[in-house]
Every structure is written in C-alpha cells, then in structure tokens.
C-alpha cells in the first residue's frame, strides 16, 4: 500500500491550495482517512478526517476553511485549503486507516508529506 500526497506550495495569506493523497496497491477496506500537519519544532496534529461512510471532522483553527473529502472512483483524498493564514504553515501528511486484505487488522498507513508555506 502506498499513499502519495502533493499539491504544496508557497501562497499569500488569503490563497487558496488543494492537497491531493494517492492511494494505490492491494486494499481491502479503508476505514477512514485523514490529513495531519506538522509545523517547525511541533507535533504532528490531526487537521481533518473523514470516515468510510463520508462523515467528516476539522479541527476548530480550519473549521470553515478547509473541507476533506474522497474520490473513490480515483483512489483520492483531497483537502481543499481557503483563506489561509500563515499560521497553517506546515508539512502536510495524509494517512489511511486500513485493511489491505480480509485476514489483516487495520493499520495506519502514511504519505509522505508535501509543504505548504503561507507567507503574510
């Protein structure tokens, strides 16, 4: 199972960016999944989720802001990203919640993260 999440960059305090995750290889259910970041000397936090059945979750800094969802038919996740402000400065990682087949319990798996640098 891999997960490759892109779509950082640098934007101006306002902008907007779309973070796509890739999953691909042998999955047999994904529980739910979600975007986490990271900013320089921090933990790593969860920013939004969303399970199997699309119900959604933010935390209160981007509730508003960002919006999480799915394309199943491309093996996708995506954060769209609006109004930003410097403080969401971050590296940005995506991880799934899953089974890649029937015998095996769910685990985490992680993308590797993108950048994402919102100057003021």
């Known amino acids: 199972v891999q997960l490759q999440a892109y779509g950082g960059g640098l ?3 306002g902008g907007s960016l779309r973070l796509s995750c ?3 290889g042998r999955i047999f259910r994904i529980n739910d ?11 790593r936090d969860l920013v939004a989720s969303i399970t199997s ?8 800094s981007v509730q508003g ?4 969802s799915r394309d199943n038919a491309k093996n996708t996740l995506i954060l769209q990203m609006n109004s ?6 971050a590296v940005y990682y995506c991880k799934a919640r899953l089974s890649p087949n029937p015998a ?6 992680w993308g590797k993260g993108t950048l994402v640098t919102v100057s003021s």
């Open 11 to 13: 934007v101006q305090a």
């Open 65 to 68: 802001r960002f919006t999480i």
């Open 104 to 109: 095996s319990p769910s685990a985490d798996y």
């Open 22 to 24: 890739v999953y691909s």
């Open 53 to 60: 059945d699309g119900t959604t979750e933010y935390v209160d």
């Open 33 to 43: 999944m979600g975007w986490y970041r990271q900013a320089p000397g921090k933990q």
């Open 84 to 89: 930003l402000k410097p403080e969401d400065t």
